[in-house]
């Protein structure tokens, strides 16, 4: 019994790192090559089994004010982020959830589900902050991070003699949500540790910051809004920036990258007049307003 079902397993690990080495694909805006083991499909379910739990188990804040702000911003940066070719659902067919939450939190799903926890809110001075993140947040989206991480996970179990192959989809329906949830950035501990690599968070500060400054708000606050996170947390720094790279690093980096899109910040500038950015959100409008921006 042994001798027939060792070639197996190693016929699987030989399998799995041929598709390890061939699923690649680009990420929008950086051109780097990522590689992917898992379908979108597949994730987006994942995702919004996720999402659903949590709305489920943690309590939804109905502040007008929050929730206003978060369907302002979001919807604003996720147009910007289209007409720039992001692969992303229109902004109308996004969720914007604020989680009644002290923790300094925030994440973005794939298919287009956004969570911010209350405990993040006393951290924006304006929706300039505001935006910094969910830039960041929507960019971890538009580069398949998520994906990418599941994928490495497989990998990693592929590599392990082949266990558990479909990473939690021959599981119970709760390991499934956990995976997603850990998966996405959507929850602090929830059994499965799947963290964003140093270099996907550094990847999503550059996207983001295009995708912000595309869509209007000023760039610089991102050094603002990050050195007031980093110091939140005094000498452990909130979940938000646990795997994230050093304030310092990070602040560096912003600071090389602000040069490159602020002419892309100062172009919305000259236009913005002629549309009701700062009030109700007409995706059509925005939508072609932008799209003349990236061009």
């Not at 369907?71 to 147009?79: L, T, Y």
């Not at 960019?139 to 994906?147: D, F, L, M």
């Not at 950035?185 to 912000?212: K, M, Q, T």
């Amino acid at each position: 019994m042994i001798g027939v079902r060792k070639p197996s397993c190693i016929a699987l690990v030989f399998i799995g790192l041929a598709v390890f080495f061939t699923a690649c694909s680009t990420v929008h805006e950086t051109g780097r090559k990522q590689f992917s083991l898992i379908s979108e499909s597949a994730v987006e379910s994942m995702a919004a089994q996720g999402f659903e739990q949590l709305k489920n188990d943690t309590k939804i804040s109905h502040d007008p004010e929050k929730n206003a702000q978060l369907q302002r911003v979001g919807k604003r940066i996720v147009d910007a982020a289209r007409a720039r070719g992001a692969d992303l659902p229109p902004a109308n067919q996004w969720e914007f959830v604020v989680f009644e939450d002290e923790a300094v939190n925030a994440f973005a799903m794939p298919g287009g589900r956004v969570g911010f926890y209350t405990g993040i809110f006393p951290l924006f001075d304006n929706d300039d902050d505001l935006a910094v993140v969910m830039g960041h947040e929507i960019a971890h989206v538009s580069a398949k991070h998520g994906q990418e991480r599941v994928s490495q996970q497989m990998a990693a179990q592929v590599a392990g003699l082949g266990l558990a192959l479909g990473l939690g989809l021959s599981e119970t329906d709760n390991t499934t949500s956990q995976i997603a949830m850990a998966a996405f950035g959507a929850g602090a501990s929830v059994g499965v540790l799947l963290p964003f690599s140093r270099s996907s968070e550094s990847e999503a500060d550059h996207i983001g910051l295009i995708y912000s400054s595309a869509a209007g708000y000023d760039p610089r606050r991102s050094i603002v809004l990050w050195q007031r996170m980093a110091d939140q947390g005094g000498p452990r720094p909130p979940e938000f920036l646990s795997t994230h790279p050093s304030e310092h690093t990070r602040i560096r980096r912003l600071n090389q990258l602000i040069p490159q899109v602020m002419p892309i910040y100062e172009r919305t500038q000259n236009d913005f007049s002629d549309y009701s950015i700062l009030g109700p959100v007409y995706p059509d409008h925005l939508y072609s307003f932008y799209r003349s921006q990236a061009n």
